[in-house]
């Protein structure tokens, strides 16, 4: 694959144009990024250009349009998922820990406090997963669906899981909801 790019550029949806921003620090593929409010993004994680994950992050200004590292992640991964919480704090969960080439899907996890830009470790998920969609619900609960359950070989070509994982920021734990095929 192609070097990562340290290019970035960022959406105006009252102009519906794009627009250039500064160089992101440290340039990744499959990093995850996740809003810290309006006027801030958190980007973590990625394969840097030996094709190693990495742990970096970077947060994102939108008033000076400029990125700046911020603590790195306590574990290396791409193809993670990121979710705000309720409380401010984003949730970086499962991707892929080793290299493009041989990687394993992980289900740790990490939530990420923008006050004091630190990192801690959170509760692991039922199932590891890279490379899963995320949603977060209205009561602020979080949703990780499929992805890539085990990785083994060249990122992203391992079996998929139909695995659906709750993650519940009241409690700071997970749960497998529904996993279609298994008996329940």
């Known amino acids: 694959p192609p070097p990562p790019s340290a290019l970035a550029s960022l959406y105006d949806p009252a102009a519906g144009q794009w627009r250039p921003t500064g160089p992101v620090p440290t340039p990744a593929q499959q990093a995850t990024l996740a809003a810290l409010g309006s006027d801030q993004a958190l980007l973590a994680g990625g394969l840097a250009s030996n094709g190693t994950a990495t742990g970096a992050a970077e947060r994102f200004n939108v ?63 039922p199932v590891a997963t890279a490379d899963a969609q995320v949603a977060t619900l209205q009561n602020g609960d979080v949703l990780v669906i499929g992805g890539v359950a085990d990785q083994n070989s060249k990122a992203g070509t391992g079996p998929l899981t139909d695995a659906v994982q709750l993650y519940d920021p009241s409690t700071g734990a997970w749960s497998l909801r529904f996993v279609p095929g298994l008996a329940r």
């Open 63 to 125: 008033a000076t349009n400029t990125w700046s590292a911020t603590s790195t992640m306590p574990f290396a991964r791409f193809g993670a998922v990121a979710a705000r919480l309720p409380s401010g704090e984003v949730l970086v969960a499962g991707g892929g820990i080793g290299t493009a080439q041989a990687a394993t899907a992980t289900a740790t996890a990490e939530l990420y406090n923008p006050g004091s830009g630190t990192w801690t470790t959170a509760a692991s998920m």
